[in-house]
């Protein structure tokens, strides 16, 4: 048994995937789950540039579900799951069958339901276990590498502009665009490097009117360190017409690659996770600048991060966990070193998620980086242990 990291319930305050305030929250997922809009982005990129200026299941995992496996009321008869390959037995998979994945995001407040994005394809779906998938926007994308559909984030006001942004790579660079219903991707912001390796990023709205933006370095340090880049760097992006538009603020520089954001809605503080070519890390974005809060040297390769209760929580590709280190706070700046507390139960993880009552929702990698098993790739709902339970 291990301890060492509180589980204090953190506060519903500010924006985004992690500090959007919860009525604003509220209001995005009840448009999601009440519109479903599929858009369609069937347009080539000369198209899009043209327009621009219009506006068989592991052992882990079965041993899991026959442990986890909720048990029907004496009084309702078990409810059967629909036919077919792609129902996972284990009750805390909430998607299967997708292609790569990249971006993930709860859909409503309990996390049964969630949106996730395929990087291979080009497709932002929502879904729940048992289904269906809707589709809810489509970006043409370039996939090779570890490029594609590597974020998204919802219009503030997305309950009246049903608009989508995101952060996607095209055969010439990677890019914001701004997907609307029956429209072209219209682009943002364009000429952010792309390189064979290092295109993963993320981005969130701090505010209504400022997305945050991390950007992988293309597998070019230099250019992450250069001032006159937009690799490797975490920006605020201000304006979102389609155009030429102000270049964004850059608040870090010289970042790595596989680059994922964690904002935090206790601290108000904003997490970030890497991998470099000698250790991989999580840092905290000060006014200052950025610090160091842990470092990998075995780089397992963290791909994704998230913050509730009290935890920075951790997703690894090559060595298959979750780990979660405490969160510093002015009272107890001190970081303990992290505890694994899920290990190799899903195979490949990448993106995950936190929802404010303490669930964690993650995206596997098996198609791209593991061994895929019948439902690959999945999204799981999960509730990491408490400080009193064991977490191996």
């Not at 496996?69 to 792609?86: H, L, Y």
């Not at 299967?96 to 339901?113: E, Y």
């Not at 370039?142 to 055969?171: E, K, W």
Request: with cysteine.
């Amino acid at each position: 048994m291990r301890k060492g990291w509180p589980t204090t319930t953190p506060n519903r305050e500010r924006l985004a995937r992690g500090n959007r305030t919860p009525g604003s929250r509220l209001g995005i997922v009840a448009a999601v789950l009440a519109v479903l809009v599929v858009l369609n982005g069937c347009a080539d990129f000369t198209d899009q540039d043209r327009a621009k200026d219009a506006g068989a299941f592991s052992a882990n995992n079965e041993s899991a579900a026959k442990k986890e496996q909720p048990r029907p009321s004496p009084t309702e008869p078990p409810v059967p799951p629909p036919p077919g390959p792609c129902v996972d037995p284990d009750p805390a998979v909430i998607a299967t069958c997708l292609a790569s994945t990249a971006a993930v995001m709860p859909g409503d407040d309990q996390g049964d339901v969630t949106v996730v994005a395929e990087r291979t394809t080009g497709r932002i779906l929502t879904t729940k276990r048992y289904g269906p998938q809707r589709v809810l926007a489509t970006a043409p994308v370039d996939s090779s590498g570890d490029g594609g559909l590597i974020d998204f984030a919802f219009s503030p006001t997305y309950s009246q502009d049903r608009l989508i942004y995101a952060l996607i790579t095209t055969p010439s660079d990677n890019r914001i665009v701004r997907l609307a219903p029956g429209d072209v991707p219209k682009p943002i912001l364009v000429g952010i490097p792309k390189g064979a390796t290092g295109n993963m990023g993320a981005m969130f709205f701090r505010t209504p009117g400022e997305l945050v933006v991390a950007t992988g370095n293309a597998g070019d340090p230099a250019a992450a360190a250069s001032p006159s880049s937009l690799a490797g760097k975490i920006m605020v992006v201000t304006s979102f017409r389609s155009g030429a538009n102000p270049p964004p603020r850059i608040l870090a520089s010289g970042l790595g690659s596989n680059v994922s954001l964690c904002p935090s809605t206790t601290t108000g503080s904003l997490y970030f996770a890497e991998q470099t070519p000698t250790e991989d890390r999580v840092q905290v974005l000060e006014s200052s600048g950025p610090k160091v809060l842990w470092t990998w040297p075995d780089r397992p390769q963290i791909a994704g991060c998230a913050v509730t209760s009290g935890a920075i929580f951790v997703s690894t590709t090559r060595t298959q966990h979750i780990e979660a280190l405490t969160e510093p706070t002015r009272e107890k700046p001190a970081v303990t070193p992290p505890v694994v507390v899920l290990e190799k139960r899903y195979g490949a993880l990448g993106r995950m998620v936190a929802l404010d009552n303490g669930i964690l929702q993650f995206a596997t990698v098996n198609k791209e980086y593991g061994k895929p098993v019948s439902t690959d790739d999945r999204v799981v709902k999960w509730l990491p242990p408490s400080s009193s339970e064991d977490r191996t």
